[in-house]
């Protein structure tokens, strides 16, 4: 029974960010060549390069045509993507991969941990069991502080394990004038509903792979704050103070960064406790 209602909860989320997936999101420029080009709900960004543009996230395959109206509507070209990443391999993240490899021709690299389960389309992935999409051939494995380079631009994968055992958070450096500034996107540090922390079979390393997580974006500078969802960095808010054409620009978010990184550790830290309490009491 506890099992059937994990999977059901999980069904729900899904059906929610379908729904809010298919909601396309004005495209816009957030740093120097960095351009957000997801929907309302599932953050897609595209770095542009001289020899190409790098794409994270390929949400949902119903996404893609979303993502290819939005690099458009910058005056770029979808065949022009060259690389895929993504933040984890999850649903909403991933299962436009194999479409968009298909359309652009786009290397996929992936952090050891997700890529088998991007290769499979979904099979291997925690919890989501029943959660399915088209495979995708990975073209490299990642590892931990391997770098991404195209056309000038450098991108590090930082292996911040947990939500998924290859969840990712990227960085790489920005410019605008004479002024240099460290992006960040944020992999997923979030504990979800359903998700065992405490004598986990079918992922034992779970809590020192969230420990670990917490620990790495703790330590990471970051100047522009940016995540797999938009609602982790406060994008509809953001998108409106860019809009109205603030002398700051809105994305660039140090304090916010810290806040939420230390708002999750202690939503973890609570669950972790919560369920050690549940379990001392059996």
């Not at 045509?65 to 458009?72: C, D, L």
Request: proline share 4%.
């Amino acid at each position: 029974m506890r099992r059937l209602l994990l999977c059901l909860s999980a069904l729900m989320a899904t059906a929610l960010h379908v729904a809010l997936a298919d909601e396309p999101f004005p495209a816009h420029k957030i740093i120097g060549n960095t351009y957000y080009v997801g929907s309302k709900s599932l953050a897609t960004y595209l770095i542009k390069t001289p020899e190409g543009h790098i794409v994270i996230n390929s949400g949902f395959e119903e996404t893609v045509p979303m993502i290819r109206a939005a690099i458009e509507s910058l005056g770029l070209k979808l065949s022009d993507v060259k690389v895929l990443l993504a933040s984890h391999a999850h649903s909403d993240h991933v299962a436009g991969h194999a479409l968009l490899q298909e359309l652009t021709g786009a290397k996929v690299l992936v952090m050891e941990g997700d890529a088998e389960v991007i290769k499979s389309g979904g099979i291997g992935q925690y919890l989501y069991r029943d959660s399915r999409w088209r495979p995708c051939a990975v073209d490299r494995v990642l590892k931990d502080g391997d770098e991404v380079k195209l056309g000038g631009v450098t991108l590090v994968a930082h292996s911040t394990p947990g939500h998924t055992r290859g969840c990712t958070t990227w960085t790489w450096h920005e410019s605008e004038g004479d002024k240099h500034f460290e992006v960040v996107v944020i992999g997923s540090p979030n504990v979800n509903p359903g998700y065992q922390l405490v004598g986990n079979s079918d992922y034992p390393t779970i809590t020192r792979d969230f420990n670990q997580t917490f620990e790495v974006l703790l330590k990471q500078k970051c100047d522009v704050f940016l995540g797999a969802h938009g609602d982790y960095y406060g994008m509809l808010a953001k998108y409106d103070q860019l809009k109205a054409k603030t002398e700051k620009n809105p994305f660039i978010d140090p304090e916010g960064y810290r806040a939420y990184v230390e708002l999750k550790e202690k939503a973890f830290r609570k669950n972790l406790a919560n369920q050690q309490a549940q379990q001392n009491k059996k």
